[in-house]
């Protein structure tokens, strides 16, 4: 089974703080993902990688940056927190963007409270 | 700009009744996906539909698509509590577009009374 790890399930910080979320996939997956979710407005993609070092902007990446260093790891960091950017986030990966059923796998998300 | 609109958006219903979520897009796309998700975790693949007229069973859900209507469907076959979470449709953008996402419906709340 595919296994897609975050590093924290809770977490509290405060306006201004430096975040970083990890992600881990245990698949050899080239694709990696991270969403925030927030009720009523389903997943919104924030930025997605294609191979180690390669990155690209979803629809919100304001305010977020990410690392991909190596193919199983996959970083979001929050530069500057702020109140608006609490909400759930959600790693995921999957295997290559060229399979007709390429599937993402979530990791269980990591809820972020920004005081 | 595609979009995504899953209706309802909330659902309650009792156990042993059938239902039918919709999920409309509003441009062509080449994949739709359906997910579940459990209160307070993460999100688990259901189906992936490739084609107009694709139908897929599992259980008690069934979903299908229609790519000339845009509308893909899940619908719930005698239900049971289990069958309560919240469920969303994803698209592909079409493939011509660079930027690889999948764009979300905001999710039905399934709710299955005993």
């Known amino acids: 089974d595919v296994k897609v790890t975050q590093s924290s399930r809770y977490l509290v910080k405060r306006t201004g703080e430096k975040v970083f979320l990890e992600c881990v996939q245990d698949?050899?997956?080239?694709?990696m993902f991270w969403y925030r979710q927030d009720p009523g407005l389903g997943l919104r993609l924030i930025y997605f990688s294609y191979d180690v070092k390669m990155k690209e902007k979803g629809d919100i990446p304001e305010g977020y940056s990410v690392s991909r260093e190596k193919k199983e790891r996959f970083s979001l960091i929050l530069e500057s927190a702020s109140t608006n950017q609490t909400s759930m986030y959600l790693c995921?990966?999957?295997?290559?963007?060229?399979?007709?059923?390429?599937?993402?796998?979530f990791g269980p998300g990591t809820r972020l409270t920004v005081l | 700009e595609l979009k995504v609109e899953q209706n309802p958006l909330f659902l309650s219903m009792q156990e042993g009744k059938n239902y039918t979520i919709y999920c409309n897009y509003s441009t062509t796309s080449d994949r739709l996906y359906w997910y579940r998700q459990d209160p307070g975790k993460s999100l688990e693949s259901l189906f992936v539909l490739l084609s107009n007229g694709a139908v897929k069973q599992e259980g008690r859900l069934m979903a299908s698509l229609d790519t000339k209507a845009r509308l893909s469907t899940l619908h719930i076959t005698a239900a049971v509590h289990d069958l309560s979470a919240t469920y969303f449709c994803?698209?592909?953008?079409?493939?011509?577009?660079?930027?690889?996402?999948?764009?979300w419906g905001a999710g039905t709340k399934l709710i299955i009374k005993p």
């Open positions: 994803a698209v592909d953008l079409p493939s011509m577009d660079s930027n690889y996402q999948l764009i």
């Open positions: 995921a990966s999957s295997l290559s963007l060229w399979l007709a059923t390429d599937t993402q796998y």
């Open positions: 698949m050899d997956h080239e694709n």
